[in-house]
């Protein structure tokens, strides 16, 4: 387990789905567990937003341009239960993802003579389960005891996936026709977090201008695991590495720390209604969605830890929480009404990396230059179900999206994006979420050819590209010699 690390509060997410499915590992084999039934709930309602953003060309290293766009955002539904006077629990559906697309070209775009098509998308869906008390303390300015909101347990679902392709014509550097690479990661598991004391997030009376801070012991138990496969192909002849699978055991304990703060006109505002927008940040050996969802940082795909296909990824992409927009309430109740997140993504040129990575030696995508993709920060804003569901969708398969539409550009980026709305609840009320037997998940689905997954079309040729002209007949030699 890596050090514990400063991290913003996450936040975001959405799995509308009608029978609730989650992931969860037993041992060493991965099964889909049942999901313990929940009392009657009180409340729900939901809150993300998404946005497409685009980029005219802009300049990369090596004499190239590229352009592109890039779809990023999260989305939650949150069901709330009362369970006492005194407590309560949350169960949190939460996506968020980043995709994009992009051209790399010489000596244009519009008419290239070489070319790059690469397409990049990630995903992490969870759900989970907090029960919370109001009872809790936090240390207030330094000095003071405070009660706070403090979370006494949390068990997290986890189903995150990595898909990269990419389509390259370089005969420069002497391909002798197209070259198609693919990537696909697939990471489930399940994480069951509890605090002693329970771990104060933020005191029941927010006050402008505070800050506070908490510790708390930890016990955690789970596990993880992840599936990855590699391919390529070049005129010459074809590679393909996996599936690869493995994982390990979440079973440690240590302390969790936080500091908080509101900082005094930090609010998000909405129909008349003012809500504190507070900024939290957790160490420890998580990364943590919402103060509810703790993500153990080795299956965090939007993290930093290293991941075994690291060597074969061309693309990354990161998430980070800014503020979260919450309302304490009466009879022990709490709303969380939104909140704000940074996204940044970056690529290397997949298509020279490749060609100049014989065998799997060299430059790697992963030690070349990388290229800014998109930089944006997001206030999320409430949503109907329909507006939920429709989010997911777009974040883990592509569709439904809201049409592309432009921002002010950063210089070499996709754009700022500053974004704030509206709360809507959602008057559905669930009574139970309940798988009854346990149901072996069925193995990750893998393409019947080189490079082209199910449901998604391979990267093609740019408009105004120059035709490759057939590959000529392989000499005698060992094709597999010039395969990069």
């Given at each position: 387990?890596?050090?514990?690390?400063?991290?913003g509060?996450?936040?975001?997410?959405?799995?509308?789905?009608?029978?609730?499915?989650?992931?969860?590992?037993?041992s060493?084999?991965?099964?889909?567990?049942?999901v313990?039934?929940?009392?009657?709930?009180?409340?729900?309602?939901?809150?993300?937003?998404?946005?497409?953003?685009?980029?005219?060309?802009?300049?990369?290293?090596?004499?190239?341009?590229?352009?592109?766009?890039?779809?990023?955002?999260?989305?939650?539904?949150?069901?709330?239960?009362?369970?006492?006077?005194?407590?309560?629990?949350l169960?949190?559906?939460?996506?968020?993802?980043?995709?994009?697309?992009?051209?790399?070209?010489?000596?244009?775009?519009?008419?290239?003579?070489?070319?790059?098509?690469?397409?990049?998308?990630?995903?992490?869906?969870?759900?989970?389960?907090?029960?919370?008390?109001?009872?809790?303390?936090?240390?207030?300015?330094?000095?003071?005891?405070?009660?706070?909101?403090?979370?006494?347990?949390?068990?997290?679902?986890?189903?995150?996936?990595?898909?990269?392709?990419?389509?390259?014509?370089l005969?420069a550097?002497?391909q002798?026709?197209?070259?198609?690479?693919?990537?696909?990661?697939d990471?489930?598991?399940?994480?069951?977090?509890s605090?002693?004391?329970?771990?104060?997030?933020?005191?029941?009376?927010?006050?402008?201008?505070?800050?506070?801070?908490s510790?708390?012991?930890?016990?955690?138990?789970?596990?993880?695991?992840?599936?990855?496969y590699?391919?390529?192909?070049?005129?010459?002849?074809?590679?393909?590495?996996?599936?690869?699978?493995?994982?390990?055991?979440?079973?440690?304990?240590?302390?969790?720390?936080?500091?908080?703060?509101?900082?005094?006109?930090?609010?998000?505002?909405?129909?008349?209604?003012?809500?504190?927008?507070?900024?939290?940040?957790?160490y420890?050996?998580?990364?943590?969605?919402?103060?509810?969802?703790?993500?153990?940082?080795?299956a965090?795909?939007?993290?930093t830890?290293?991941?075994p296909?690291g060597?074969n990824?061309?693309?990354?992409a990161?998430?980070?929480?800014?503020t979260?927009?919450?309302?304490?309430?009466?009879?022990?109740?709490?709303?969380?009404?939104?909140?704000?997140?940074?996204?940044?993504?970056?690529?290397?040129?997949?298509?020279?990396?490749?060609?100049?990575?014989p065998?799997g030696?060299?430059l790697?995508?992963?030690?070349?230059?990388?290229?800014?993709?998109?930089?944006?920060?997001?206030?999320?804003?409430?949503?109907?179900?329909?507006?939920?569901?429709?989010?997911?969708?777009?974040?883990?398969?592509g569709?439904?999206c809201?049409?592309t539409?432009?921002?002010?550009?950063?210089?070499?980026?996709?754009?700022?994006i500053?974004?704030?709305?509206v709360?809507?609840?959602?008057?559905?009320i669930?009574?139970?979420?309940?798988?009854?037997?346990?149901?072996?998940?069925?193995p990750?689905?893998?393409?019947?050819?080189?490079?082209?997954?199910?449901?998604?079309?391979?990267?093609?040729?740019?408009?105004?590209?120059?035709?490759?002209?057939?590959?000529?007949?392989?000499?005698?030699?060992?094709?597999?010699?010039?395969?990069?």
């Amino acid at each position: 387990m890596r050090r514990a690390s400063r991290k913003g509060l996450s936040v975001a997410g959405t799995v509308l789905v009608a029978g609730l499915m989650v992931f969860v590992l037993t041992s060493t084999s991965v099964e889909a567990a049942p999901v313990p039934a929940a009392t009657s709930l009180s409340g729900t309602w939901s809150y993300g937003i998404v946005k497409t953003v685009t980029v005219t060309p802009q300049h990369a290293s090596g004499g190239w341009l590229y352009e592109g766009s890039a779809t990023l955002g999260y989305t939650v539904t949150i069901y709330d239960n009362a369970t006492s006077t005194s407590t309560f629990e949350l169960t949190v559906l939460r996506t968020m993802g980043v995709s994009f697309t992009v051209q790399f070209c010489q000596p244009s775009c519009s008419s290239p003579l070489q070319w790059v098509n690469e397409s990049f998308r990630i995903y992490e869906s969870t759900t989970t389960f907090a029960n919370f008390t109001d009872q809790g303390s936090v240390t207030e300015n330094g000095t003071s005891p405070a009660q706070a909101i403090a979370l006494e347990n949390t068990t997290s679902f986890l189903h995150a996936n990595l898909t990269e392709s990419s389509n390259s014509y370089l005969p420069a550097l002497g391909q002798r026709g197209p070259h198609l690479t693919y990537l696909g990661a697939d990471v489930i598991g399940e994480s069951a977090v509890s605090f002693e004391p329970a771990f104060g997030l933020f005191p029941t009376q927010l006050y402008a201008g505070s800050t506070w801070n908490s510790t708390s012991a930890f016990t955690e138990s789970g596990a993880w695991a992840y599936t990855y496969y590699y391919a390529a192909h070049a005129p010459l002849g074809s590679f393909i590495f996996g599936p690869s699978s493995g994982g390990g055991s979440l079973a440690t304990h240590g302390e969790v720390s936080l500091q908080g703060a509101y900082p005094t006109g930090n609010t998000f505002t909405y129909g008349g209604a003012t809500y504190p927008a507070i900024t939290l940040l957790i160490y420890g050996p998580f990364e943590v969605r919402e103060g509810v969802i703790f993500i153990p940082s080795a299956a965090d795909l939007f993290g930093t830890s290293e991941k075994p296909w690291g060597n074969n990824e061309s693309g990354t992409a990161s998430a980070q929480m800014g503020t979260l927009d919450v309302r304490p309430g009466a009879a022990a109740q709490l709303e969380l009404v939104a909140s704000s997140w940074s996204y940044s993504s970056a690529t290397a040129n997949a298509g020279i990396t490749s060609s100049l990575s014989p065998a799997g030696t060299g430059l790697s995508p992963a030690a070349a230059p990388s290229n800014p993709i998109s930089s944006a920060t997001v206030q999320g804003i409430p949503e109907t179900t329909d507006q939920a569901h429709g989010a997911q969708q777009c974040l883990t398969t592509g569709g439904s999206c809201p049409s592309t539409s432009g921002g002010p550009n950063l210089r070499g980026l996709f754009g700022l994006i500053v974004l704030s709305g509206v709360v809507v609840m959602v008057g559905a009320i669930v009574a139970a979420l309940v798988v009854t037997r346990r149901r072996r998940a069925p193995p990750p689905v893998y393409p019947n050819a080189v490079l082209y997954p199910p449901g998604a079309a391979f990267p093609s040729a740019p408009a105004g590209a120059a035709v490759p002209p057939a590959a000529p007949p392989p000499p005698e030699e060992d094709p597999l010699d010039h395969l990069w």
